[in-house]
Each structure stands twice: as C-alpha cells, then as structure tokens.
C-alpha cells in the first residue's frame, strides 16, 4: 500500500472545496481532538477505543444501508457501480482499521461488538438515513465528511510525524494514509462536485447544510469515543 504524502484533493475548487474551506474550523477541531491525539502517539485508553470500535462498526454498517439508498437513487449503472465498488470496501477493507485497534489490546474483534447505540452515534446515523430520503446530491454530502476528515488527518499526521511502529494503532493511520483511500476520496468529490452542478440552489443549500452537519457529527463522534458516551437511562438498543 503506497503512502500519500499530501492529498491533491485539498487544492481543488468546486462545490466540495468551497465546503470544505466553509468547514475549516471543524476540520481542524477534529484533528485536534484528544481522542485523534491519542491515537497519534499511541496513549488512547483501552476502553476509549473499544467504545469507539463498537459503534462505529454499526456506524459502518449503516453507512452501507445509505450506499444502498444511493443505488436505488442511481440514475445510471455507472453509479451503480461505484456504489457497488464502495460497498465492498466497506465491507471487505474498512474493517481492518477496527482489527488493528482491537489487537492493540489483545480484544477478540468479535468481542469488541456492542449490541447498544450511543446517542451520538444513533443521531449520525440517523442524520446520514434522513439525507438518504433527500436527493442523491444531498445524500451524497452528508456521506463525504466520513471519508474526507479520516483521510485528511491521516495524510496530515502520517506527513508530518508517520506512527512509530511500537505505537499500537499505527495500522490504523497507514490504512487511512494509503493511495486507495486517497483514489476514493477523489471520486466521491468529483461524485459531490457534478451533483452540485446540476442541483439548484434549493438543493445545494441542502447539500450544504447536510456536509457541514455531518462535520459537526465527526468531532462528537470523537467525543462520544472519548467519554464513552451512554445514554443517561437505559442502553438503547439496535434498531
Ligand atoms: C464515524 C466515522 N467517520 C468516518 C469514518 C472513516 N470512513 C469512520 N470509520 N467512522
């Protein structure tokens, strides 16, 4: 797997770069964050990163279910199948960042299961499902957040200070860091950028609103990871 150095993505201009310039803030806040920290130089918690492996294995698997909705709203066997390509991504690569954090800490990924959803997972998703019942345009705004923000970060540290390889989620940074999710990347906002053409400005707006929501979803999803978040009364369970 080849190593990005820094993503040409970031200097583009169209819809997705004006987004992304209009998020900066929430960008950097991600980056910055104490959980992404400690996975940078190796000192994330145990329980931190297995409340994090839990949920955003569900998170995933609900991020398939849009990819689904995405298929249905195809507009030609084109999408198709790209939708098809990424959701076998999903579901044959992306779990491999979730085995390197459970192996951390000698945790079965089996093991590392929850049956429960945390608030702030649960409200992510739904935000992303929501969007799957807009516009395609739309749909596909709220979803690239997810890919953009793993893969800017990972190119930014691995740039800057690549993972030491006695820290025990190095794999985690390297799979984010690679060509393939750099190509992906690339894809999803050319995807973004010719939706955007095409919509009005009803839509766009929309659009808008929806990437930015799920940039502010990004840094809580960080945040729940961190604080273990729970609901207050009782576990909610998978629906
Ligand atoms: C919540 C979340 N956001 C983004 C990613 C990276 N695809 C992820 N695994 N989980």
Redesign the pocket.
């Known amino acids: 797997m080849g190593v990005v150095a820094m993503s040409s993505v970031s200097a583009s201009s169209g819809f997705s770069a004006e987004q992304r310039r209009r998020c900066d803030e929430l960008f950097e806040t991600f980056y910055a964050h104490p959980f992404l920290r400690g996975l940078a130089d190796g000192t994330a918690s145990r329980e931190s990163v297995l409340h994090y492996v839990g949920q955003?294995n569900q998170?995933?698997t609900a991020?398939i279910r849009c990819y689904g909705l995405g298929l249905a709203k195809s507009p030609d066997r084109q999408w198709m199948a790209w939708f098809r390509d990424n959701v076998t991504f999903l579901l044959a690569d992306?779990t491999h960042?979730h085995h390197v954090l459970c192996q951390a800490f000698g945790v079965d990924y089996a093991d590392a299961q929850l049956d429960t959803m945390a608030p702030t997972?649960q409200a992510?998703i739904n935000h992303m499902m929501v969007s799957g019942y807009d516009s395609l345009g739309v749909l596909m705004a709220a979803l690239l957040?997810?890919?953009w923000?793993?893969?800017w970060a990972a190119q930014r540290q691995q740039a800057k200070a690549p993972a030491a390889q006695d820290n025990p989620f190095a794999g985690w940074w390297e799979f984010?860091a690679n060509v393939e999710c750099d190509e992906l990347l690339a894809q999803f906002i050319a995807r973004v950028d010719a939706l955007a053409e095409q919509a009005g400005p009803a839509e766009r707006a929309r659009m808008a609103a929806a990437f930015e929501a799920s940039c502010e979803?990004?840094v809580a999803?960080w945040e729940m990871a961190f604080t273990q978040q729970r609901w207050q009364h009782k576990e909610l369970a998978l629906n």
């Open positions: 955003d998170y995933l991020f992306e960042p997972a992510y957040p997810c890919p923000t793993y893969i984010y979803y990004e999803f």
